[in-house]
């Protein structure tokens, strides 16, 4: 990792970072991640990802209509403006968030 920037594993793997909206954030999370409760939410300024952002589909088990941002191009760390835990429910599984 280059100083002031994260490189996700699938920046190399498939070219880009995945990214959500508040209100998706909890479909990646509920595939990836239930049941864990040691989750951090990420809260970007688009103005200073400083890379390309594309809208595209995510998995086949989303809502087919969904698009999710994918930046391609390390995170730059200046761009994370807030920090928040992201807690499951008592099913484990994960809630959409308000888009604030």
């Known amino acids: 990792m280059a100083a002031g920037e994260y ?3 699938s ?12 209100y998706q954030v909890h479909l990646p999370a509920n595939r990836l991640f239930a049941g864990r409760t ?3 939410l990420l809260r ?20 087919e209509s969904m698009r999710f941002p994918h930046l391609y191009g ?9 920090i928040t835990a992201y807690q499951p429910g008592t099913d484990g599984l994960y809630s959409a968030l308000a888009d604030n």
């Open 7 to 9: 490189r996700a594993p």
């Open 11 to 22: 920046l190399v793997e498939v070219g880009f970072i995945h990214l959500s909206e508040p």
């Open 38 to 40: 040691d989750m951090v």
């Open 44 to 63: 970007l300024d688009p103005e200073r990802l400083g890379a390309e952002v594309k809208w595209e589909p995510g998995v086949p088990t989303d809502p």
């Open 74 to 82: 390390p995170l730059p760390i200046a761009a994370v403006v807030e």
